[in-house]
């Protein structure tokens, strides 16, 4: 049998051919693949520097408004088992948790210069400043009203005492070029500059610059402190007495003079005078911010003394407080920037109590006037501990619901002082605003 013989011998070599380029394909691939998988292999086990991220410092400030000297309030010391310290024991805590703390001294210290205090020409006596020192305070503003309620010598002697104490006071110095110059404090490698100013003054006795002066608020000449400040640290403090007493709305001048600081340069106003609360808010000026409490309310008085549970709200304005609390943070190293950020804002909202009607009807024995922290105050009252209690044996979310209601009503119908704490901490929180948190 014949056998037919193909004529086209290239086409008898095609299955061929295409099988090896084929394996030849597939070998190079593999090659490329196994030469990758040892690179990556080789690169994982070679040693190679790791970047870590900056560590960053932190400076905490706890600042508290008005000290005052009213003749109660120095009565209440005397009585008291420690003095002045004993008035405001209960706020400690914050103070000495804090880097930082700071108060404005509304009053002179000039037992040796000055005059016994009275009626709105103040005066304290000479263990004052050790008292402030020892529960914790370390920055103190001297520019109010009242800072020549003694006259230059009062200025000059309330200097001496808080110096000789260790604390560094802001806003009036034994000449004008020191009352202009900004306090550096430092801790943590965090630089703060603070800086204070008076809107007002009761008896302006600045005369001559070598002489003690009181800084008063000129706007241009603040922002200009402002921004040679900011040069000299990594944060900008500033004090401010001002505003229209027992208002709780800022002024047109405070909320301008507010803009401008912030643009200046500074991060944190602590505002004071009115003896009331006034909002906490964030201040947006010249391309950056700043936070503006422009009133932090008295700290210690015997204002609104006669308060009671059954009085209109408002009668008890000048005896809320709160201790504010705010952390600047910096990353540490060369490429930190050289600024610090005001990172947490906190609040703890104060109460003056003060037992004048029981004592002027001569059911105390002695003045009591001290300044209580709202929330632990009611952490420790019963209805609130009955509250957790509760909560914890409650198995259903609706039983939870109902023994919280239970509490909260039985909080609200107590007598003193529960129901009025009660009330005093949601009027805080309504002034305040909603740029703060309660701790």
């Not at 005052?68 to 914050?94: C, E, I, K, T, Y």
């Not at 990172?343 to 003056?352: A, F, S």
């Not at 007598?415 to 901490?425: E, K, M, S, T």
Request: aromatic share 6%; with cysteine; proline share 5%.
């Amino acid at each position: 049998m014949n056998r037919i013989r193909s004529t086209n011998k290239i086409n008898d070599r095609r299955p061929i051919t295409q099988t090896l380029l084929r394996d030849c394909v597939t070998l190079w691939t593999l090659w490329w693949i196994a030469y990758g998988l040892i690179t990556l292999l080789y690169q994982e086990s070679s040693p190679r520097s790791i970047q870590t991220p900056p560590r960053v410092a932190a400076l905490r400030l706890a600042a508290v408004g008005d000290v005052m000297m009213h003749q109660d309030v120095q009565r209440a010391a005397d009585q008291a088992p420690s003095g002045f310290a004993a008035l405001w024991l209960d706020v400690v805590p914050l103070f000495t948790r804090a880097d930082l703390a700071f108060a404005n001294l509304e009053t002179p210290v000039a037992p040796r210069t000055g005059r016994k205090n009275r009626a709105f020409v103040f005066n304290a006596p000479a263990d004052l400043p050790a008292a402030l020192r020892q529960t914790g305070l370390s920055i103190i503003s001297t520019a109010n009203n009242h800072a020549f309620d003694q006259g230059p010598a009062g200025v000059r002697e309330t200097l001496e005492r808080l110096r000789a104490e260790k604390l560094l006071p802001v806003g009036s110095g034994l000449t004008r070029a020191e009352a202009e110059s900004a306090i550096i404090a430092e801790h943590n490698g965090i630089k703060v500059a603070f800086l204070a100013f008076t809107d007002l003054l009761n008896a302006n006795r600045n005369q001559r610059p070598n002489e003690p002066w009181v800084r008063v608020l000129d706007i241009d000449s603040a922002t200009e402190a402002v921004s040679a400040a900011r040069r000299l640290a990594d944060a900008v403090v500033v004090s401010v007495h001002w505003g229209h007493e027992y208002s709780h709305a800022p002024t047109i001048r405070q909320r301008e003079a507010a803009q401008r600081l912030v643009a200046a340069g500074c991060d944190l106003i602590l505002g004071h005078h009115p003896h009331v609360l006034q909002p906490v808010e964030w201040v947006e000026a010249g391309n950056r911010q700043g936070l503006v409490a422009y009133s932090l309310g008295n700290f210690i008085s015997n204002q609104d003394r006669s308060y009671h549970a059954t009085s209109p709200i408002a009668t008890g304005d000048s005896r809320d407080g709160v201790a504010l609390i705010v952390t600047f943070t910096k990353a540490e190293g060369a490429n930190s920037g050289g600024t610090a950020t005001l990172e947490r804002v906190d609040y703890e909202p104060l109460w003056t109590e003060n037992n004048w009607r029981a004592w002027k009807a001569g059911k105390a024995k002695r003045r009591d006037i001290h300044v209580m922290r709202i929330n632990a105050a009611l952490a420790k009252s019963q209805p609130v501990a009955a509250l957790a209690e509760n909560l914890g044996k409650e198995n259903s979310a609706q039983t939870a619901l109902a023994a919280g209601a239970r509490a909260n009503a039985a909080l609200n119908s107590s007598p003193n002082p529960w129901r009025i704490l009660r009330q005093r901490q949601e009027r805080i929180a309504s002034i305040l605003g909603k740029s703060v948190a309660a701790q």
